[in-house]
């Protein structure tokens, strides 16, 4: 056999849906947990410069988003090692559905592992779509901010008082009412929203949450790539046993 058709015979094993998946998955990964962590330093520091000046009020919130960027320390460690088992599983069984290697047998415990995979997979895939969802809500809320600034400098804005257009974020639930000042209104939401914590943190978010687009997409080919190998696997364990004599 020439050097050619060796490399072509290799190539033929490298398990392409894994592969792309696996980069999809390191890069929504990467860009939702380092991106999610500079943002939600930044809306602490929005918070405490303008909606809330006393320490107590927002000393839960602060502890919440601690304990999430904690959190997503965690993610990226672990999706950092699945991916690389996913892939190398991915080898394993691409090897046995092509047979790759004569003397390949698929065993029982290398079916277990493949439905575990399989398993797995599907539940993080669902927990991830709500990871997406979740991630939209600081989108949705910081947008909300930008939209009102926008309105006050059209026309339209100097039919009424500038300083009747307020945003309140005590109203999400983020502070608790009591919280002072709880609100911003007119030129000083004007400002807010021109401070560079702002602009770096709505946008942050907002490829916080394409990253977790992405992982949910990752996610779902890793589920039909390990979905279709382990079939072909518990397939061919079957048509072993009936043709064996």
Same mark, same amino acid.
């Given at each position: =056999?020439?050097?050619?058709?060796?490399?072509?015979?290799?190539?033929? %094993?490298?398990?392409?849906?894994?592969?792309?998946?696996?980069?999809?998955?390191?890069?929504?990964?990467?860009?939702?947990?380092?991106?999610?962590?500079?943002?939600?330093?930044?809306?602490?520091?929005?918070?405490?410069?303008?909606?809330?000046?006393?320490?107590?009020?927002?000393? =839960?919130?602060?502890?919440?988003?601690?304990?999430?960027?904690?959190?997503?320390? %965690?993610?990226?460690?672990?999706?950092f090692l699945y991916g690389i088992i996913l892939l190398a599983e991915g080898f394993y069984t691409t090897s046995a559905v092509k047979e790759l290697h004569s003397e390949f047998k698929t065993t029982i415990c290398g079916r277990c592992i493949s439905g575990m995979f399989v398993f797995l997979t599907y539940i993080l895939g669902v927990a991830w779509l709500g990871v997406f969802g979740f991630s939209a809500v600081p989108v949705f809320l910081f947008y909300n901010m930008w939209s009102t600034c926008a309105t006050m400098r059209y026309p339209m804005a100097n039919l009424t008082n500038i300083d009747s257009i307020c945003v309140d974020v005590r109203q999400y639930g983020i502070i608790p009412w009591n919280a002072t000042p709880g609100k911003a209104c007119g030129s000083t939401l004007g400002d807010i929203c021109n401070t560079s914590e702002f602009y770096l943190s709505y946008h942050l978010y907002i490829v916080a949450c394409a990253g977790a687009g992405a992982t949910v997409i990752a996610l779902l080919i890793y589920m039909m790539a390990t979905t279709y190998n382990f079939a072909v696997l518990k397939f061919k364990s079957r048509e072993d046993c009936c043709t064996k004599f």
């Open positions: =056999m020439g050097c050619f058709e060796c490399c072509i015979k290799c190539l033929g %094993g490298v398990p392409y849906a894994s592969l792309v998946a696996t980069i999809l998955c390191f890069s929504g990964v990467a860009l939702f947990c380092g991106c999610g962590h500079v943002a939600l330093t930044g809306t602490v520091t929005i918070l405490e410069t303008h909606f809330s000046k006393v320490t107590s009020d927002h000393a =839960m919130l602060t502890d919440v988003i601690q304990l999430m960027q904690y959190v997503i320390y %965690g993610i990226a460690s672990f999706f």
